[in-house]
């Protein structure tokens, strides 16, 4: 049984930074994209950032500059490093798989079948 288990979030003030990290277990990832997914109150879950089982990425463009995604296949483990944080940042973030291997890594919620709990991220002004 795949698992994805977020940590890392918090609160933290205009200008901060975060460190989100999203432990797999159940199947070896080392060879699969792997994700992150945000989505604040009353809004739809939303792209932030992907990685190839390469280490290519794809980012959105709220976050480009700001937000870096890397993973340690060895950990089966994907990080979200956030700085300059804003308070539009504020949501809960998630972390994906997809079930099937793919080259490009996805940046729809419909290209990924396994998803974590999600960590809060609050981001005060």
């Known amino acids: 049984q795949v698992q994805l288990v977020e940590s890392g979030g918090g609160l933290v003030q205009t200008g901060g930074s975060l460190r989100l990290s999203c432990a797999a277990s159940?199947?070896?990832?080392?060879?699969?994209?792997l994700a992150w997914f945000r989505q604040a109150p009353g809004k739809e879950r939303e792209f932030v950032a992907a990685?190839?089982?390469?280490?290519?990425?794809r980012y959105a463009d709220s976050g480009k500059g700001r937000f870096t995604i890397s993973r340690d296949n060895a950990k089966n483990t994907v990080y979200l490093q956030m700085n300059s944080l804003k308070p539009e940042d504020t949501a809960v973030y998630y972390c994906?798989?997809?079930?099937?291997?793919?080259?490009?890594?996805?940046?729809?919620?419909?290209?990924?079948?396994?998803w974590g709990q999600g960590t809060q991220v609050t981001v005060s002004s």
């Open positions: 994906a798989a997809p079930a099937k291997f793919t080259i490009v890594p996805g940046i729809t919620t419909t290209q990924y079948d396994y």
């Open positions: 159940g199947r070896t990832f080392n060879r699969y994209a």
């Open positions: 990685i190839s089982w390469t280490s290519s990425t």
